[in-house]
Nanobody
Framework: VQLQASGGGLVQPGGSLRLSCAAS????????ITWFRQAPGKEREGVSG????????VYANSVKGRFTISRDRTTKIVYLRMNALQPEDTAVYYC????????????????????WGQGTLVTVSS
């Protein structure tokens, strides 16, 4: 399984970006797909996840109301739309997937994921 995260870049505070997560084969056809991020000197944290069977979504409190996760049913690409970006959102963003349909309390926990993309850097700075 290979995951490919893309869409990162440099954006000013208040700006927007859309990240994409694509995969080889059927990796994103089922299970749970989640975006994580890791800032320099900090632990990896869950940002937002989507559970494919019922399309339920979960967000970290720090991004609620600003980020939106979605999955294209045809292409199976998972997107993370990020609005109102702030300097504290600066990090390398990773997408990860597991074949399990995780319960809500587990979706943002990195230990539950077997497959990870290479990450895409998001820098929010003026």
């Amino acid at each position: 399984v290979q995951l490919q995260a893309s869409g990162g870049g440099l954006v000013q505070p208040g700006g927007s970006l859309r990240l994409s997560c694509a995969a080889s084969g059927s990796a994103l056809d089922y299970g749970t797909i989640t975006w994580f991020r890791q800032a320099p000197g900090k632990e990896r944290e869950g940002v937002s996840g989507i559970r494919t069977p019922d399309r339920k979504t979960v967000y970290a409190n720090s991004v609620k109301g600003r980020f939106t996760i979605s999955r294209d049913r045809t292409t199976k690409i998972v997107y993370l739309r990020m609005n109102a970006l702030q300097p504290e959102d600066t990090a390398v963003y990773y997408c990860a997937t597991t074949s399990a349909n995780l319960i809500f309390s587990a979706i943002l926990q990195p230990d539950h994921y077997q497959y990870w993309g290479q990450g895409t850097l998001v820098t929010v700075s003026s």
